[in-house]
């Protein structure tokens, strides 16, 4: 008999409170589950994301499959150490007493995933959960079912309900569970919607990470390594046909190398996806028709460098890359979230650095220069989540970086133990002597004023 969301969240903090999550062994043997569940599904994993999305094997396994496999090994080796309680310093005021730092889960998370990279970003949060020792209900985006469907069945097959359990649905589905009594909540997706998950927190007081997105700038300086620039700027734009929220957004490039990037650029796309990239069979699709529509607008908001070229029936795009932009567009108001690259050009990089700063705090920000003085400058004026120097997306990749956004491009982060600390209360612990007492403390004290006028300074 199917239960409703009231009872699987009620059923899901009674296990909680039973205590079995907080128990290393059984989180180092639940992450262990995950992992042989993930290689077992790895031929369906790939036919949904090729329904859904259109990805290609190769693709599929990089961003998705082998990732959480990856982040699986590498928090099961450090899982017990994070768990364990930390020594504190203790100062000279508190004479005689111990002091740690005790980490403990937060109980019971709701993780709301997205559809761009839907297994990734569904499963890479319940890592972090069950690591710290939650119990946790999970939603995936209804814009991929396929995926969706085959990550309820993934989960169905592994674990207790009481103890990981997914709602399948729409937005409000979503909204109901927002509505329920959770003891943290992992948000990734839009800004937009992020807010509203935010809101729904904070009648409850709900502590709550949020991973959105924005319009990441890219800035290439005239001494970049144009070749490299190119690939490293076409790997993370065209990826996922542009669906990720790190991808760079737009390009602020040196009014002297302009002309050769977008050369590079194009040759770039060619060598990647072929002359042809939306009769190319492994060229990812846009996720549905709204998002294909919108994308189809921002083409005719400037000139096409080259690219522009679309499938209304088989929802591609191809990697295009345009300039005459204008900064008011509706393009470059938005979050692009598709194969399309608008290029500026500047003469002077503070012009690129003022724009930015111009618009919320982007997730991510990559630049492309040698000169350490241009590097310095853009690090310490311009606030992102994270980025790269010479590349793009591959901070991602790093389990010892934390992954996450700043102001409207989120608050929070994860990866490695910093998926740990997000779904973890780090509890404050006094252990004090019974062997002594220190009188000054108390009211009765007739020197207690002077021994905290000597001591509190």
């Given at each position: ?72 090994t590498f928090v099961m080796k450090r899982a017990a150490a994070w768990a364990k309680p930390k020594k504190a310093k203790t100062p000279w005021l ?122 990441s700038p890219c800035i290439v300086h005239r001494d970049a390594d144009l070749l490299l620039a190119a690939r490293r700027i076409a790997f993370g ?63 005719q908001q400037g000139t096409v460098a080259f690219g522009g070229e679309t499938d209304t029936l088989l929802y591609k795009i191809a990697p295009t ?137």
């Open positions: 008999m199917e239960i409703t969301i009231e009872e699987l969240v009620s059923r899901q903090k009674s296990y909680f409170d039973s205590g079995i999550t907080k128990d290393i062994r059984f989180r180092l043997d639940m992450l262990q589950k995950l992992r042989e569940a993930i290689r077992g599904a790895e031929d369906r994993i790939f036919e949904a994301l090729k329904h859904d999305l259109n990805k290609p094997k190769a693709e599929a396994y990089g961003s998705e499959i082998g990732f959480l496999l990856a982040e699986i508190l004479l005689g007493s111990k002091s740690s730092i005790v980490p403990e889960p937060y109980g019971t998370a709701l993780i709301i995933s997205p559809w761009n990279y839907p297994v990734q970003l569904t499963f890479a949060p319940l890592i972090a959960a069950i690591a710290a020792g939650n119990t946790a209900v999970l939603k995936p985006s209804e814009l991929t079912p396929a995926v969706s469907s085959l990550i309820a069945d993934i989960v169905r097959n592994t674990f207790d309900p009481r103890y990981v359990a997914v709602v399948e649905g729409d937005a409000e589905v979503t909204g109901r569970l927002l509505r329920q009594p959770f003891d943290c909540i992992f948000f990734t997706g839009s800004t937009r919607v992020g807010s509203i998950v935010a809101q729904e927190a904070a009648k409850r007081l709900i502590p709550v990470t949020l991973e959105l997105g924005g319009k734009k065209f990826t996922n046909a542009g669906q990720t929220c790190v991808a760079p957004d737009y390009v602020w490039v040196h009014r002297e190398v302009k002309a050769e990037l977008i050369d590079r650029l194009h040759q770039t796309v060619e060598q990647f996806y072929g002359k042809d990239p939306v009769r190319n069979v492994n060229y990812p699709k846009i996720v549905n028709e709204r998002h294909f529509q919108r994308l189809s607008r921002y083409l890359v345009m300039e005459d932009v204008p900064l008011d567009a509706e393009s470059m108001q938005d979050e692009i979230f598709g194969p399309i690259l608008p290029v500026f050009e500047y003469g002077e990089l503070d012009e690129a650095i003022r724009f930015v700063l111009g618009k919320p705090k982007p997730l991510a920000l990559y630049l492309f220069t040698g000169e350490e003085a241009v590097q310095n400058n853009v690090l310490s004026r311009i606030s992102f989540g994270g980025g790269c120097i010479n590349d793009t997306l591959m901070h991602l990749s790093s389990p010892y970086l934390p992954f996450g956004g700043v102001g409207e491009s989120g608050t929070g982060s994860y990866h490695g133990e910093y998926g740990f600390r997000a779904f973890s209360h780090y509890k404050s612990v006094l252990k004090q002597t019974t062997a002594f007492d220190l009188p000054f403390r108390y009211p009765s004290s007739k020197t207690g004023y002077r021994m905290m006028r000597k001591w509190m300074k």
